[in-house]
């Protein structure tokens, strides 16, 4: 727990810039009076291995927090604590409401989750009527991009494929691709949804998957892949290697 509530601390830390005060605290302009804008300063550059590590340590922090689904005010209020917290003066027991967090991130999740489903069911809405797309009784939506010529694998199989995931705002999420390395795997021990797509492909064939989130990580999600969210994969069949191989 300790741990958790370090990590929740630091990241919304990495979100606190400028002032501390608050609009209010800030002098009114008469009606006359012009404001001068002024643009933020550019953010320094990540110039050793440790920032940017620490920069990455950043983007996980910010990937677990996704389910609290804070609003600017209750941004403020952390940074009031963090600011508490360092001058020795928390204005409330953290043993008392610490243990309330995983409460509050389980309510907020299933908020999260219901609008995930609702963005998803318009992507996936949208996926289906486009053109050479084919949706199966499952719900997942085919559409093959370039033909294979070789056989299909068998859910028995063992195949190798380059992929790429995004989400339905085209974040990207995970990429065999950049990682310069084709991925191996039994069809037996991956999402639904690429169990029953890659056998609706053929050898040396490319592919585009969309996976409702049922058919992929469901309400749990995974780091980097919000709860109910559907997925899109692009799929190149490399190879089938065998039986469970």
């Given at each position: 727990m300790r741990f958790g509530l370090f990590l929740f601390a630091t990241v919304l830390l990495a979100q606190t810039t400028g002032s501390q005060h608050s609009p209010a605290s800030k002098p009114r302009a008469s009606a006359a009076q012009k404001i001068p804008v002024t643009e933020a300063p550019p953010?320094?550059?990540?110039?050793?291995?440790?920032?940017?590590?620490?920069?990455?340590?950043?983007?996980?922090i910010q990937r677990s927090i996704g389910a609290f689904n804070l609003s600017p005010q209750e941004l403020e209020i952390v940074k009031?604590?963090?600011?508490?917290?360092a001058a020795g003066k928390p204005a409330e027991d953290l043993s008392v409401w610490g243990p309330k967090i995983q409460s509050l991130a389980q309510s907020r999740a299933a908020h999260v989750v219901a609008q995930q489903k609702a963005a998803s069911d318009a992507y996936t809405a949208k996926m289906a009527?486009?053109?050479?797309?084919?949706?199966?009784?499952?719900?997942?939506?085919?559409?093959?991009?370039?033909?294979g010529t070789g056989p299909s694998p068998k859910p028995t199989d063992t195949v190798k494929v380059n992929y790429r995931g995004t989400l339905a705002d085209g974040t990207e999420f995970d990429s065999s691709y950049k990682r310069n390395e084709a991925a191996q795997f039994p069809l037996s021990g991956v999402i639904?949804?690429?169990t029953e797509g890659?056998?609706?492909?053929?050898?040396?064939?490319?592919?585009?998957?969309?996976?409702?989130?049922?058919?992929?990580?469901?309400?749990?999600?995974?780091?980097?892949?919000?709860?109910?969210?559907?997925?899109?994969?692009e799929i190149e069949l490399l190879g089938i290697v065998g039986p469970n191989q």
């Amino acid at each position: 727990m300790r741990f958790g509530l370090f990590l929740f601390a630091t990241v919304l830390l990495a979100q606190t810039t400028g002032s501390q005060h608050s609009p209010a605290s800030k002098p009114r302009a008469s009606a006359a009076q012009k404001i001068p804008v002024t643009e933020a300063p550019p953010a320094p550059a990540l110039n050793t291995d440790d920032e940017r590590i620490i920069y990455a340590l950043g983007l996980n922090i910010q990937r677990s927090i996704g389910a609290f689904n804070l609003s600017p005010q209750e941004l403020e209020i952390v940074k009031r604590a963090m600011s508490d917290g360092a001058a020795g003066k928390p204005a409330e027991d953290l043993s008392v409401w610490g243990p309330k967090i995983q409460s509050l991130a389980q309510s907020r999740a299933a908020h999260v989750v219901a609008q995930q489903k609702a963005a998803s069911d318009a992507y996936t809405a949208k996926m289906a009527a486009m053109p050479g797309a084919s949706q199966t009784p499952s719900g997942l939506i085919y559409r093959e991009v370039t033909p294979g010529t070789g056989p299909s694998p068998k859910p028995t199989d063992t195949v190798k494929v380059n992929y790429r995931g995004t989400l339905a705002d085209g974040t990207e999420f995970d990429s065999s691709y950049k990682r310069n390395e084709a991925a191996q795997f039994p069809l037996s021990g991956v999402i639904r949804c690429w169990t029953e797509g890659l056998q609706l492909m053929k050898l040396g064939g490319k592919s585009v998957l969309v996976c409702p989130s049922d058919l992929a990580y469901g309400d749990q999600g995974r780091p980097g892949i919000p709860g109910g969210a559907a997925l899109t994969f692009e799929i190149e069949l490399l190879g089938i290697v065998g039986p469970n191989q």
